[in-house]
């Protein structure tokens, strides 16, 4: 069994998403855990990676492009393949930062914690009351999809988690938050 401890700090306050602290002296037991997300986060920070790369090599062959070095057509070409790469940036990083890739719940199953990745590859957690979490059966899905909706119902948010490739920790606090499965 996984447990984590909250500790709400002054450098790094976490907070629900209406701004107020969970309670500090909270434990969180691990019910959802996708094993992949650390690959999911290596890719997002990649991304990054060969992005600006991609964009630093346009001034110098701008500058090649204006001496009469290298012709239009190669300054164009460049020119294509950073807009290309910012536009696979964006649409990687949209899907990315909505895969969730782990849950908690609390000892008395009223508050889900809910982990998921950023824009620059970084965890972010944000706090969910459990009656706001709508179950499988109110998203539409099935057990048998391979991408599974989280959505509450106080936002039109929508992330992403799968049973078929993640580990349902504990099963019983697991259906108390998404319903019969």
Not at 72 to 92: C, G, H, K, N, R
Not at 127 to 136: C, E, H, Q, Y
Not at 154 to 173: A, C, N, P
């Amino acid at each position: 069994m996984i447990y984590h401890k909250h500790f709400a700090t002054e450098h790094h306050p976490c907070l629900q998403e209406n701004g107020r602290r969970s309670p500090d002296d909270e434990q969180f037991k691990a019910i959802y855990r996708f094993p992949h997300i650390r690959l999911l986060q290596v890719v997002s920070r990649l991304k990054l990676l060969q992005t600006g790369i991609t964009f630093i090599f346009l001034p110098p062959v701008y500058f090649l492009y204006f001496q009469g070095m290298i012709s239009f057509d190669s300054a164009s070409y460049a020119t294509a393949i950073a807009l290309f790469a910012a536009v696979m940036l964006y649409s990687l990083s949209y899907f990315l930062r909505r895969f969730i890739g782990m849950m908690y719940m609390n000892e008395s199953g009223t508050m889900l914690k809910v982990s998921h990745l950023t824009f620059w590859g970084r965890r972010k957690d944000f706090f969910v009351p459990v009656k706001n979490v709508m179950t499988l059966t109110d998203t539409g899905d099935f057990r048998n999809e391979t991408i599974l909706q989280f959505k509450r119902y106080d936002t039109s948010e929508v992330l992403y988690f799968t049973i078929r490739y993640g580990q349902i920790m504990d099963k019983h606090k697991f259906s108390h938050a998404f319903g019969k499965f």
